[in-house]
T-cell receptor, first 118, second 113 residues
Framework: DTAVSQTPKYLVTQMGNDKSIKCEQN?????MYWYKQDSKKFLKIMFS???????INETVPNRFSPKSPDKAHLNLHINSLELGDSAVYFC?????????????????FGPGTRLTVT | GDSVTQMEGPVTLSEEAFLTINCTYTATGYPSLFWYVQYPGEGLQLLLKATKADDKGSNKGFEATYRKETTSFHLEKGSVQVSDSAVYFCALRRPGTASKLTFGTGTRLQVTL
């Protein structure tokens, strides 16, 4: 029933570890995203994939590596975790937007993964 | 680059009060505009949207009108309820295939009895 799901919901780990967050959507959407929400609630896009291809890669340390095995999944792997990586990470998906028209590709968000690095 | 500016919160209102949360934007071209709501402990949900000038988005008693002349998309509700307590995010998206959303910093609304 869930449209966009993420696992785990909570993740507590130590500095230097490597961890992954998984995201799956059952909406048949072509495009998936990862956003980071910091402690002040500020949301910023990290990555976007369209049909398994990377289309947005904002200024994110290369310790973060997204992987899309198929268009329904977009996982986020983080190497050598740092204290500043502590945040809530949201996955989202949307239908493909084609052309320059004003079609609205609303994004559907998952419930978030709260990552705490100690 | 694109940016969205929202009024700082928190906004504290009594139940049945009138709500306005201001949002202005900077973007080239004709972006689509959105309001998302985040209830405590949950992800973001689309509240309403508008795609061109003078469009009015509405949902659950909330409204916002796309004003190109003032580059604004203020959120309003005539009578808030305690259940409206949440963080509200204004966002824009420029047309195209790289459809990233640019968010404002969010405004926390607290409604009391």
């Amino acid at each position: 029933d869930t449209a966009v799901s993420q696992t785990p919901k909570y993740l507590v780990t130590q500095m230097g570890n490597d961890k992954s967050i998984k995201c799956e959507q059952n909406l048949g959407h072509d495009t998936m995203y990862w956003y980071k929400q910091d402690s002040k609630k500020f949301l910023k896009i990290m990555f976007s994939y369209n049909n398994k291809e990377l289309i947005i890669n904002e200024t994110v340390p290369n310790r973060f590596s997204p992987k899309s095995p198929d268009k329904a999944h977009l996982n986020l792997h983080i190497n050598s975790l740092e204290l500043g990586d502590s945040a809530v990470y949201f996955c989202a998906s949307s239908p493909l937007i084609v052309g320059s028209g004003r079609s609205v590709g609303e994004q559907y968000f998952g419930p978030g993964t709260r990552l705490t690095v100690t | 680059g694109d940016s969205v500016t929202q009024m700082e919160g928190p906004v504290t209102l009594s139940e049945e009060a009138f709500l306005t949360i201001n949002c202005t934007y900077t973007a080239t071209g004709y972006p689509s505009l959105f309001w998302y709501v985040q209830y405590p402990g949950e992800g973001l949900q689309l509240l309403l949207k508008a795609t061109k000038a003078d469009d009015k988005g509405s949902n659950k008693g909330f409204e916002a009108t796309y004003r190109k002349e003032t580059t604004s998309f203020h959120l309003e509700k005539g009578s808030v309820q305690v259940s409206d307590s949440a963080v509200y995010f204004c966002a824009l998206r420029r047309p195209g295939t790289a459809s990233k959303l640019t968010f404002g910093t969010g405004t926390r609304l607290q409604v009391t009895l």
